[in-house]
């Protein structure tokens, strides 16, 4: 049976030291590429119910190459952390929740101590594809 994997970006927490507001998250799963951009305090939780994409399969485990993206962004420093890893779905299960972390180390002309901690949380929601064949005037289907 097909099932419709639809993967949501639920939430991102702004944790340790401040390296700036300005947030812009970026997710790239099968050619399908998300971005978003939020001004997020430190110590704070923003949430979302966003799209990152949606995929059909026939297995039971839905495997794929997950790039995510943190960037502070600033006028003239934009202090950047990337994260890779391969997603692994349980398309038996209803809904599961993937939890990421970015660190990302504030650069400048100085050296800078600040080290600010994204968690990322994703969420796959799993559903039943439903395939209809509309009615034939004659009462059978050609295959």
């Known amino acids: 049976m097909i099932k419709k994997i639809?993967?949501?970006l639920k939430s991102i927490k702004y944790l340790r030291d401040s390296i700036g507001d300005d947030i812009r998250f970026e997710a790239d799963i099968l050619g399908k590429y998300f971005s978003v951009k939020k001004r997020i305090k430190p110590g704070t939780?923003?949430?979302?119910d966003s799209i990152i994409g949606e995929f059909d399969t026939d297995r039971k485990i839905f495997e794929a190459f997950l790039s995510l993206r943190v960037i502070e962004d600033?006028?003239?420093?934009n202090d950047t952390?990337?994260?890779?890893t391969e997603i692994k779905i349980d398309t038996r299960k209803n809904?599961?929740?993937f939890l990421y972390e970015v660190s990302i180390k504030e650069i400048r002309v100085r050296t800078s101590k600040a080290k600010a901690i994204f968690k990322i949380t994703l969420q796959a929601e799993?559903?039943?594809e439903e395939t209809f064949i509309s009615?034939?005037?004659d009462g059978w289907l050609r295959v």
């Open 6 to 8: 639809i993967l949501k």
């Open 45 to 48: 939780e923003q949430n979302f």
């Open 74 to 77: 600033d006028p003239i420093f």
């Open 81 to 84: 952390a990337s994260f890779a």
């Open 95 to 97: 809904k599961q929740d």
């Open 126 to 128: 799993i559903l039943d």
């Open 135 to 137: 009615e034939t005037s």
